[in-house]
């Protein structure tokens, strides 16, 4: 079965710009978790869609956002990018209450 | 609010050596633990889960609920456990929606 993947793998974008990052789910998982890693926080949780709706939310701000299609892809959109917002961003895929299996991450740069 | 600590953000044993890798939680309720590994240049993996009680490439941790703990133990490491370690918690029956909380990790190394 493949596991989730996750495009692009690395990105560079500039001050003020806006991005969207993708994520194919293994087949048959329904819920796809966002989450934020950096080397000072760690990894926090962004947000879940499951089947198109997003259940939940983590603290931050709304220039983050996110869709899941009837697929369950799901992409997820940072609009007027700040340096702090350079990151690795994994998703991850599950059955609902299950467990979560990682991406690879989009490594983003803010320049 | 559910919350994670692993106290240890660096160890260093020696091949052979046994490990303990430190978590403890903070949650009122019934929790679901987990630790997922991290090696280099590879995406985050599921390494045992506490309900499912396996001991997976010799690691094993157990549920102390008494003291809020789930600890990683290897009696042996090997240089390829070097990692880094994620300890994380879910709500019991999908009731976090999709928000695993984790612990700030650990990088382990063994030194041959």
């Known amino acids: 079965k493949a596991g989730v993947t996750q495009t692009p793998r690395y990105l560079i974008k500039t001050r003020g710009q806006q991005v969207t990052l993708s994520c194919s789910p293994i087949?048959?998982?329904?819920?796809v978790s966002w989450y934020q890693q950096t080397p000072g926080q760690g990894l926090q949780f962004l947000f879940e869609?499951?089947?198109?709706?997003?259940?939940n939310k983590g603290n931050f701000p709304g220039r983050f956002s996110g869709r899941q299609f009837s697929n369950s892809r799901s992409e997820m959109n940072v609009s007027t990018l700040e340096l702090g917002d350079s990151a690795l961003y994994l998703c991850?895929?599950?059955?609902?209450?299950?467990?979560?299996?990682f991406g690879p991450g989009t490594r983003l740069t803010v320049l | 609010a559910q919350r994670v600590t692993q106290p240890e953000k660096l160890l260093s044993v020696f091949k052979g050596a046994p490990v303990e890798l430190k978590c403890n939680y903070s949650y009122s309720g019934s929790p679901e633990l987990f630790w997922y590994v991290q090696y280099s240049r590879q995406r985050l993996q599921l390494l045992l889960r506490?309900?499912s009680r396996e001991s997976i490439k010799g690691f094993t941790a157990d549920l102390n609920k008494g003291e809020t703990s789930f600890h990683l133990k290897k009696p042996f490491a090997q240089e390829e456990d070097s990692a880094m370690y994620y300890c994380?918690?879910?709500?019991?029956?999908?009731?976090?929606?999709?928000?695993?909380?984790f612990g700030q990790g650990t990088i382990l190394t063994v030194h041959p």
């Open positions: 994380a918690l879910d709500l019991a029956g999908g009731t976090s929606y999709g928000k695993l909380t």
């Open positions: 506490h309900i």
């Open positions: 087949s048959g998982h329904r819920s």
């Open positions: 869609y499951f089947s198109e709706t997003q259940r």
């Open positions: 991850a895929s599950s059955f609902p209450g299950d467990t979560q299996y």
